[in-house]
T-cell receptor, first 114, second 115 residues
Framework: DTAVSQTPKYLVTQMGNDKSIKCEQN?????MYWYKQDSKKFLKIMFS???????INETVPNRFSPKSPDKAHLNLHINSLELGDSAVYFC?????????????FGSGTRLTVV | GENVEQHPSTLSVQEGDSAVIKCTYS??????FPWYKQELGKRPQLIID?????GEKKDQRIAVTLNKTAKHFSLHITETQPEDSAVYFC??????????????FGTGTQLKVEL
């Protein structure tokens, strides 16, 4: 049973298109996140949601819109894709208790904009 | 906001040697410090973590130390093996008012264990 699953794993699309990435966790965690990993492997937070409420929106262009229909799902929709959006996008989740803060990451979605 | 610096960016060791990766953080409110291992094409995986009320933690061949006064923490891997080759990330975190915690990651260390 995959704990945090993302789809699709690979996404190749043209500039200007709109695309979505889906994420689901079956760990019962309270908080979910989107991180972007660029070509230099740097991991940067984009959004976090706690029980469907937006907690962090980290100066991400408004072409990126997260949606959390319930505690177990956090999707990412990207409008008008640009070349610079090419990266690996990781979904993650965590529990709120202080001794269980560690993130569990999904397997990532490699987005290539051509 | 939090800033985490990580050194070295690349580290090459002989099998059986020890490897040490160091990180510093800027925000004294950070209270949780995890380390992640990322193999090529895979997801980051939590390998060890430490909270600010603890100075040292060990799990088999890996250990983490934290100096809260100096705001630095380190990962120590002993008896390195080829399967330890990966990118290692440190991170610092504080809890968020709305729930969860925000991890700020270091820039990563590419560890290569040579036979």
């Amino acid at each position: 049973d995959t704990a945090v699953s993302q789809t699709p794993k690979y996404l190749v699309t043209q500039m200007g298109n709109d695309k979505s990435i889906k994420c689901e966790q079956n760990l019962g965690h309270d908080t979910m996140y989107w991180y972007k990993q660029d070509s230099k492997k740097f991991l940067k937070i984009m959004f976090s949601y706690n029980n469907k409420e937006l907690i962090i929106n980290e100066t991400v262009p408004n072409r990126f819109s997260p949606k959390s229909p319930d505690k177990a799902h956090l999707n990412l929709h990207i409008n008008s894709l640009e070349l610079g959006d090419s990266a690996v996008y990781f979904c993650a989740s965590s529990q709120d208790e202080e001794d269980r803060y560690g993130y569990t990451f999904g397997s990532g979605t490699r987005l290539t904009v051509v | 906001g939090e800033n985490v610096e990580q050194h070295p960016s690349t580290l090459s060791v002989q099998e059986g040697d020890s490897a040490v990766i160091k990180c510093t953080y800027s925000d004294s409110a950070s209270n949780y410090f995890p380390w992640y291992k990322q193999e090529l094409g895979k997801r980051p995986q939590l390998i060890i973590d430490i909270r600010s009320n603890v100075g040292e933690k060990k799990d088999q061949r890996i250990a983490v130390t934290l100096n809260k006064t100096a705001k630095h923490f380190s990962l120590h891997i002993t008896e390195t093996q080829p399967e330890d080759s990966a990118v290692y990330f440190c991170a610092a975190s504080e809890g968020l008012t709305g729930g969860g915690n925000k991890l700020t990651f270091g820039t990563g260390t590419q560890l290569k264990v040579e036979l």
